[in-house]
């Protein structure tokens, strides 16, 4: 039976966590061992985690600051031991299908390099309607959509060993700055797409609860309001930016050289005018993100990409 490893990151979450939590150690046809993260909760989440903690040997708890989503995900990734066959990401209001850790393991087991499986999710509300799937037509999971914009969502993602090797290693860590702007599932799936592949499922075995205290859900902005933020909040800027020379720098040596190129070309754009000038050109780039070039454009010269 495969070994996983269910990674959970909690932040007053009392509200739906038993009902997930009871989803995961449910599982059929593995063996789960649930890893939680509390980031900095002030309601009854951590005395629901430690009811779990006394009565399952299988489920550890870890506590600490409270560093955002995106870092607190990752903090679980670098603290999880590299001998499980898969892992995996869950957050801590939706509803598990029984087999869904089982389908990421068959979809992954042949697999010997970096690999990702990643699947649909059936949309239901905070009563558990079903809502219909999320997604109508197979995801793009191309290493340039991930990083213009980003379809995968990290709770239903799974990954092999040779992933998280890569993805646990010091010496291709993400900043905290980057986890800020493009969190976890961008980072694991860019990195898998990057270095390995990625496996997409059209099905989906999730629940996906659409409620008012979501930490991170189904939003819909228009690229307006994206500049508007972006244009007031620094920290908020250059997050595709810093994306691909992020990845250039941790895992250049991995990749191949015409992605290698690109991801240099985007992460140093804003050094020279001519740079910029350069960046106009990249179809592909707003063909992905959904903008018009002129938009694009603008986005570019003021160094907002």
């Known amino acids: 039976m495969h070994k996983v490893a269910v990674m959970v990151s909690t932040y007053n979450g009392e509200r739906f966590l038993r009902e997930q ?47 955002g989503v995106g870092s607190s995900f990752m903090d679980l990734v670098y603290r999880v031991p590299n001998d499980y066959d898969f892992y995996a990401f869950a957050d801590q209001d939706d509803n598990w299908l029984e087999s869904k850790m089982r389908k990421g393991a068959e979809a992954l087991v042949n697999e010997e390099g970096p690999a990702l499986y990643c699947s649909n999710q059936i949309l239901v509300d905070k009563d558990k309607n079903r809502l219909g799937l999320r997604h109508k037509e197979a995801l793009d999971c191309s290493w340039m959509q991930i990083m213009c914009d980003n379809k995968i969502s990290g709770c239903t993602m799974v990954w092999n060993r040779k992933l998280q090797e890569l993805l646990s290693d010091p010496k291709r860590r993400p900043s905290p700055q980057l986890l800020a702007i493009r969190i976890h599932d961008v980072w694991v799936g860019m990195v898998a797409a990057t270095t390995g592949k990625i496996i997409y499922d059209k099905d989906g075995y999730i629940l996906y609860r659409q409620h008012e205290n979501n930490v991170v859900g189904v939003r819909k902005t228009s690229h307006f309001a994206e500049y508007k933020k972006k244009l007031k909040k620094k920290q908020l800027r250059c997050g595709r930016s810093m994306l691909a020379s992020t990845i250039a720098e941790k895992f250049g040596d991995l990749l191949a050289p015409d992605v290698l190129a690109k991801m240099e070309k985007y992460g140093s ?17 707003y063909k992905h993100t959904g903008e018009t070039a002129l938009q694009f454009r603008l986005k570019v010269l003021l160094g907002l990409f």
């Open 269 to 285: 754009y804003k050094k020279s005018i001519r740079r910029k000038f350069s960046m106009f050109g990249e179809k592909e780039v």
């Open 21 to 67: 939590i009871d989803c995961i150690l449910a599982q059929t046809g593995v063996d789960i061992h649930l890893y939680i993260r509390d980031d900095g909760s002030s309601d009854s989440t951590i005395s629901i985690i430690n009811e779990y903690v006394a009565g399952h040997e299988n489920v550890t708890l870890f506590q600490g600051q409270n560093l």
